[in-house]
């Protein structure tokens, strides 16, 4: 059974750091791991997303300020996300499927989720 826990949301102003963190369970070979958030009112969007293989996918909104880190003996995933703006106030979800993502996919695409960590962003 695959789990997935996040952890690392908080409260930052503008221009600082996270480090969301996204411990997984279960998973097997040839997975992709993703990021989304989703804002009041919004649609849940693709943010970043990393390849068992280790190619990695971001979105254009994102690319230049976050960056993945894993820890294989964790099971974690991170992505660091820099110079954070009030437009990145989201929960941040955590998603896998299989096999690979080639490109960025939308959510209904991912049969795995977390619940969920809030980052907020004040200006």
């Known amino acids: 059974q695959v789990q997935l826990v996040e952890s690392g949301g908080g409260s930052v102003q503008a221009g600082g750091s996270l480090r969301l963190s996204c411990a997984a369970s279960?998973?097997?070979?040839?997975?992709?791991l993703a990021w989304f958030r989703q804002a009041p009112g919004k649609e849940r969007e693709a943010v970043a997303h990393?390849?068992?293989?280790?190619?990695?996918r971001y979105a254009h909104s994102v690319e230049a300020r976050v960056t993945f880190s894993k820890d294989n003996a964790k099971n974690t995933l991170y992505l660091e996300m820099n110079s954070l703006k009030p437009e990145d106030t989201a929960m941040y979800y955590c998603?896998?499927?299989?096999?690979?993502?080639?490109?960025?996919?939308?959510?209904?695409?991912?049969?795995?989720w977390g619940q969920g960590t809030q980052v907020t962003v004040s200006s």
């Open positions: 998603a896998a499927r299989y096999p690979y993502c080639s490109g960025l996919y939308a959510p209904i695409m991912f049969d795995y």
């Open positions: 279960g998973l097997d070979s040839d997975f992709c």
């Open positions: 990393f390849n068992s293989d280790g190619t990695t």
